[in-house]
């Protein structure tokens, strides 16, 4: 007959291979009935003509297609310096911390203690029914035990762990585009509010040259005081449009200096002196549907959080399933002066069993994990509609913007000849002086309104490219399965 010891030893491999094959909740894909399997997740993206978009992939530096060193500079120190960038690492670095807390769970672990102490012990407790003496007494033990995990449930906790710090590394991705967005964003502000400030001056200028001649005419008998002050209403109106554009650009910089977290003041001299809206002469690559949700960080974000919540379902499963751990301990206990000798000496090997029964809303929570992971499913569909809206808007904004630019341009040429005409005809005593003025009112409102649509149409571009998630791209090779195939 085998003796327990024997026994223990001859199961052990038994138990172990149970162990590597019983994982208890289920295993995690993603669902076939997901939006991101639709037809409409998949389809190219459209909302612009084939001259104002590509199809070819974004690129990762996609604010480089500028060509403009200043603002890749801006970038790259925003990126180094940035105080959201910092919390984002840290979070991640954080994550990393307790996904190592949860692969250490299990396996083997040790304990040593020791104590001595005077004491009185209960002759009862032995079955001795006298009083015993009071003596020194000492207790020196060492154990070390190995838990299996035998239905999975640490399993899932890595799993789950692992899932959420890939769910935070997007999150952090996504924080990365944003910055690097907003940080365009603010440069094309900035530059575009002084290229509008410039235009705004050079019709205040042309104004006031037209009422210095009127103020001639007048004097030579050719005009009359009212047409002077018809004038100098328009200069005064181009004035106070002066303080809005400065306004802009210095709000612009404060929030650059913001972003790269130093006073504004200390922004490069390139960027305080850019006075032309930065412009992309090429089609914007945009991809298409298919690789717009692999690369967006929230999708992936959303898409690894719905992994973590099914992996908490085995974990909560895991917790009505008993514990089982292999153990030993040896040690010495008895009298302080006899610690050392074979009476004191003691061991033990086996296997060690916990089992809660499950209740107190053990199962209660199984049910919880499932109706989070339903939540996470929701709110991945969710992401998903969401990227592709906000992809289809900018998309058509940036299109109906550009077209809305063109017609201006062509405005502006036909404003420009028509006020210079109108002008020379006016000198020549050929036109009136309200003539003139309209003439050189709707110039100016025109030059205005090109400027301004020259630098929605840039602003347009930064949110198309934030929308398409630029600034971060997963490689197809180190993409999730689930995600890489769609």
Known sequence: MKTPRALTLALLPAVCALAACITVGPDYSLPKDAVVN??????????????????????????RLYDDPALDGLVQDALKSNADLRVAA????????????AEAQGGFSGKADAAVKRAQESGEQFLVFEKLPVVNEG????????????????????????????AVQAASDLARITVVADVVRAYVESCSAAEE???????????????????????????????????????????????????????AQYRLAMLLARAPADLPKAVLACHETPRIKNALPVGDGAALLRRRPDVREAERRLAASTARIGVATGALYPTVAIGASVGVTGVAADLGKPET?????????????????????????????DVALARFDSVVLNALRETQTSLATYAADYERMESLRAAQKSA?????????????????????????????????????????????????FRALGGGWETPVANARPEMAKK
Not at 42 to 56: E, K, T
Not at 93 to 101: F, I, K, N, T, Y
């Open 90 to 101: 840290a979070n991640l670095a954080r994550s990393r911390e307790a996904l190592g807390v």
């Open 38 to 63: 639709a037809p409409l997740a998949n389809a190219p993206l459209d909302g612009a003509g084939d001259a104002l978009v590509g199809h070819q992939a974004v690129p990762q530096y996609w604010w």
């Open 197 to 251: 400030l410039a235009i705004a001056q050079q019709s205040l200028a042309l104004q006031k040259q037209r009422v210095v001649l009127t103020r001639r005419l007048r004097d030579a008998g050719r005009g009359n005081t009212p047409d002077v002050t018809r004038g100098q209403t328009q200069v005064e109106t181009l004035t106070a449009d002066i303080p809005r554009y400065r306004a802009r650009r210095r709000i």
């Open 345 to 373: 000496q003691r061991w033990g090997f086996g296997p060690l069993i916990s089992w809660t029964f499950p209740a107190n809303g053990a199962r209660g929570r199984v049910r919880e994990a499932r109706a989070g992971a």
């Open 416 to 464: 420009a000849q028509s006020a210079s005409e109108t002008h020379r005809f006016y000198v020549a005593g050929r036109e009136s002086f309200i003539a003139d003025l309209d003439a050189t009112r709707t110039l100016t409102t025109t030059n205005s309104q090109l400027a301004a649509a020259e630098g929605q149409v840039a602003l347009d571009q930064v949110n198309l």
């Open 139 to 166: 207790d020196i033990g060492l154990s070390v035990s190995y838990e299996i995990d035998l239905f999975g449930t640490l399993r899932r906790g890595v799993e789950a762990a692992g899932a959420d710090t890939e």
